[in-house]
């Protein structure tokens, strides 16, 4: 059981280029969400997936998309990077622990925008 | 504007002493409440959940809620050196039970003094 997978862990762009964020999930969890975390900032919600075939926006989602390929599956796509995506991204999923959800980390993606 | 405010410290503690860390929101209708600890390059992982006024423990973890005043505050006791982390403050603006979305705080770096 890895629980949330991410993919990849560093990666520079270029202004202008595009890429895609991969995340995984193996806990059968049907919510799932992008943060980006800057310093001073906090984590702020870009997208979330709240099951198979929906996507909504969260609180940063210019710039970004994203696709619930399947239940496992969300990703994120840069389609022009900027530097102001410089951060670090998670990814979460969110499952039932005791009496209440529980979102669960993945381990990050720390992007570069030069 | 859903806004978590929280002291960014740094806080130091001596070991052994209680850690107390306060969070503000600004959503009244929020329900329920969160504590997440992060450790320097590491993703957040859950510490506490909250939904009703008043205290609920959980080892040396207490947290403390009070709706009225729009505060939600997290005590550790006897304070160890693997407690330096930040702790983020998390605060739900969805649905209870399935549909959380969650605005964090920009968290409190703690340091535990030998």
Known sequence: NAGVTQT????????????????????????????????????RLIYYSASEGTTDKGEVPNGYNVSRLNKREFSLRLESAAPSQTSVYFCASKGRRLSSYEQYFGPGTRLTVT | QKEVEQNSGPLSVPEGAIASLNCTYSDRG?????????????????????????????????????????????????????????????????????????????GTRLTIIP
């Open chain 1, 8 to 43: 990849p862990k560093f990666q520079v762009l270029k202004t202008g280029q595009s890429m895609t964020l991969q995340c995984a999930q193996d806990m059968n969890h049907n919510s799932m969400y992008w943060y980006r975390q800057d310093p001073g900032m906090g984590l």
């Open chain 2, 30 to 106: 929020s329900q329920s409440f969160f504590w997440y600890r992060q450790y320097s390059g590491k993703s957040p992982e859950l510490i506490m959940f909250i939904y009703s006024n008043g205290d609920k423990e959980d080892g040396r973890f207490t947290a403390q809620l009070n709706k009225a005043s729009q505060y939600v505050s997290l005590l550790i006791r006897d304070s160890q050196p693997s407690d330096s982390a930040t702790y983020l403050c998390a605060v739900n603006w969805g649905s209870n039970f399935g549909n959380e979305k969650l605005t964090f705080g920009t």
